[in-house]
């Protein structure tokens, strides 16, 4: 890159909210493909998406910090999916989405990074992460091991994936940076 010319990042982030992005969420969340490594339950309507999304919410819970993560597609702001810590019995858990339409193209490489270097600023006394993931999905995995997570403890048997089936996920740690 010319010192004439600066690079724009293609994606943001901003807070998930449910009267913002509830459409894309309910996208994102009601195709049975966009769900292949997770453990949730297709939304079939609105309704049942927005039930699920607002405990979800900064707005709900200010120790969720939970994020859509947007793009501008065909001139409007578009949630394609989203990142974000929530707490999930004594562990604060990394979690992501994306709609498989933007798989495979770099988005969700680019907001993890930004998302870390916000919440560590946000959370100044937090000293790690986990993040929970199938072994299959190689390219979450990989996701995490660039962004500094290690392979902590494999979980067996101990995740139920709607298309997949049980699974025996790995558990991942990101220390806080120093």
């Known amino acids: 890159m010319s010192k004439n010319t600066q690079e724009v990042p293609r994606i943001y982030l901003e807070q998930l909210e449910v009267d913002k992005h509830l459409r894309d969420f309910h996208e994102i ?3 049975p493909g966009n769900l292949i490594w997770s453990t949730e339950t297709e939304k079939k309507t609105l309704d049942e998406t ?24 065909e001139g409007r702001p578009r949630c394609i999916g989203n990142c974000g810590v929530v707490p999930s019995s004594s562990l604060l858990m990394l979690g992501y989405g994306l709609n498989r339409e933007y798989w495979g193209k770099g988005y969700m490489s680019e907001a993890i990074p930004q998302f870390l270097n916000s919440y560590w600023r946000l959370k100044p006394n ?7 993931v199938n072994p299959e999905n190689v390219p979450s995995v990989s996701i995490l091991v660039r962004n500094g997570f290690s392979e902590h403890e494999v979980l067996p048997r101990y995740v139920n994936l709607q298309i997949k089936g049980l699974r025996d996920p790995v558990l991942y740690r990101l220390e806080r940076p120093l």
């Not at 927005?50 to 597609?73: C, G, K």
């Not at 937090?126 to 929970?132: C, I, K, T």
């Open 29 to 31: 969340w009601s195709d």
């Open 50 to 73: 927005q039930e699920w999304m607002i405990p979800r919410t900064h707005s709900h819970d200010p120790d969720i910090e939970n994020y859509a993560i947007m793009l501008t597609v």
């Open 126 to 132: 937090v000293e790690r992460l986990h993040a929970q």
